[in-house]
């Protein structure tokens, strides 16, 4: 069949500061052996500090450029710039083109953006078949799109079709680990899970072909296509007029939860979402990648995006489960700000306040990140002559890791003179004593907790230590935290919250709680309209833009 013939397939890669692992992806795409298509490969560069746009421009010196010039997820501004040379088909690939964003945008501004030019600029008024989005640090075997497209072909009311997600340390062999199969939405929960909830009319299907296999997770041999509702967007093909029918993604989200409303959006519009078993991509999931520092950030985009998520689903279920929602992340938020994780606790708050406010984009900038443990401990102060340190020790193997700690203490300290060191531990924790520290024993109970502070309130500590942001001791004074992990005691981060920080915590806790009503009022009067993301484009210049008149990044 002759290449004219072919079916078109637009593929939108966003990326931000790893050059190397964006061509990784590039060149998987290019390796893909699915026969007769056309690829229209968009890479977008999400305003990168680093090489990355230089370098994916070397690759492809004839590519179109695009900047988008607006630094808002709102709105997407292009400036449109064509080759001096026109481009020269290779194989299976039939354009290039490279859109830079001004700011970082976040996944919703990358896809956004990409997927704003493959619609208004490389692909308008030639609709190809499909649209594949694909995370930069995903690397499909040759045969992902293949599967991709054949999902698509076997059902044409299948709108979006998703891949499996194996897990890349293991290689494309034949023990391979899967990581994620099917997900599922739970309305009444605002869960995500693997499974179907108890009462879905799709729970009955689902348990039997998850029997026939072992898991829908692991080393299991999986193959054909199974309905779900989300495909991640680390590499998902959605149907070409099913996408104009459902839009650009809410720009509000900025990471997190995006690809969760976009892939229930198809489903509300009528299409079946499947995962293509078949269809594998190297990926690591959300899950494998947290770190101290990701978690606290995860937990602010989860709890802000999902609760918008649950206000504009038709399912009064969903609806319903706002109000809990809020009052968890609100919860949580002072329950952290109280037991020494200010951070965390301002991220909850600040995320229910993004809610009731319609506040999105990037969170504000993280107050720290783990350093090199002997510059943590320099920074507590730790050369006072005396000082008292208190640890938390609410679980269990806490203590041995407060041990290596206090032997780190006198190791940077050159001894343990003046050093007063004391563990926290829980009644309920039989956990072995170590000479020269004190202990405090308190029970779980609020009443104990509250009273067993009196130590530290006539002679505060200087450091207190929160393992793993655990610890359910509400240390009030001292206003010097250090975080470690109980595992690897390698760095840590150290947090200044004072007494007084943690009151205006209380204030605002107090006055979020306030205005909770009004938005739930708002919620129970049905789905929110679609936030719209307004394009505009300039049409194409003569010349190329070069790197040096590109918009700097912020």
């Known amino acids: 069949m002759s290449n004219a013939a072919a079916r078109e397939i637009a593929v939108v890669i966003p990326t931000w500061n790893r050059s190397d692992v964006a061509m990784q992806a590039i060149d998987a795409v290019l390796a893909q052996d699915a026969e007769n298509v056309s690829l229209h490969l968009i890479v977008v560069d999400n305003a990168s500090s680093d090489d990355t746009f230089a370098t994916v421009w070397k690759r492809f010196p004839d590519a179109d450029t695009v900047t988008n010039r607006s630094m808002s997820s709102r709105r997407i501004d292009l400036l449109i710039s064509r080759a001096k040379q026109p481009f020269q088909s290779n194989g299976k690939l039939a354009s290039v083109t490279l859109v830079r964003n001004t700011a970082n945008l976040g996944g919703s501004g990358g896809f956004n953006a990409g997927m704003a030019v493959a619609r208004d600029v490389v692909c308008k008024g030639s609709p ?44 494309p062999t034949t023990g391979e680990t899967t990581l994620e199969t099917t997900v599922y939405f739970h309305p009444s929960t605002g869960h995500l899970g693997n499974h179907p909830e108890p009462n879905d009319p799709r729970r ?221 531990v829980p009644s309920d924790l039989q956990e072995p004593t170590t000479t020269g520290v004190q202990r405090l024993i308190y029970s779980r109970s609020l009443r104990s907790r509250l009273l067993r502070q009196w130590p530290f309130v006539l002679n505060e500590p200087e450091i207190v230590v929160i393992f793993d942001q655990a610890g359910d001791f509400p240390i009030m004074r001292g206003s010097i935290t250090l975080h470690c992990s109980s595992t690897d005691l390698s760095s840590g981060w150290v947090e200044h919250h004072s007494f007084w920080d943690r009151l205006a915590a209380i204030r605002r806790w107090w006055s979020l709680r306030r205005q909770i009503p009004a938005y739930l009022r708002t919620v129970a009067a049905g789905p929110a309209i679609e936030p719209t993301v307004t394009v505009s484009a300039t049409p194409w210049r003569s010349q190329p833009i070069s790197i040096a008149h590109i918009p700097s990044p912020l």
């Not at 999902?306 to 969903?318: G, V």
């Not at 809020?326 to 301002?346: F, K, N, P, Q, S």
Request: charge should be neutral; aromatic fraction near 8%.
């Open 128 to 171: 190809p078949f499909a649209l594949w989005l694909l995370d930069d640090d995903a690397c499909p075997p040759p045969d992902a799109l293949r599967h991709l497209i054949a999902a698509l072909d076997s059902d044409p009311n299948i709108g979006l079709a998703g891949s499996r997600s194996v897990d890349p340390r293991d290689g």
């Open 204 to 424: 009955a299907t689902h348990d039997a072909w998850v029997k026939s296999l072992g898991d829908c997770i692991g080393k299991h041999t999986y193959s054909g296509i199974v309905d779900t509702d989300v495909c991640a967007a680390c590499s998902v093909l959605a149907r070409w007029h099913a996408f104009l029918k459902v839009g650009l993604w809410d720009h509000r989200f900025f990471i997190y939860e995006d690809d969760v409303d976009f892939s229930l959006r198809f489903a509300e519009a009528g299409y079946r979402v499947v995962c293509a078993l078949d269809a594998r991509v190297m990926h690591l999931t959300w899950h494998q990648k947290l770190t101290p520092t990701l978690i606290a950030q995860r937990l602010f985009y989860v709890q802000r995006n999902r609760t918008w998520l649950l206000s504009r689903h038709p399912d009064p279920r969903a609806r319903a489960t706002v109000k809990d929602w809020l009052r968890t992340t609100l919860h949580h938020g002072i329950i952290a700000a109280l037991h020494r994780r200010g951070v965390h606790g301002d991220m909850l708050l600040n995320a229910a306040d993004a809610v009731v406010n319609n506040t999105g984009g990037k969170l504000s900038p993280w107050p720290g990140s783990p350093v090199p443990l002997a510059k943590a401990l320099a920074e507590t102060g730790l050369m006072n002559p005396t000082c008292r340190v208190a640890v938390v020790c609410d679980r269990p193997g806490f203590t041995r890791a407060s041990a290596a700690l206090r032997e780190q203490f006198i190791t940077h300290r050159g001894g343990s003179s003046g050093l007063t060191w004391i563990d926290c």
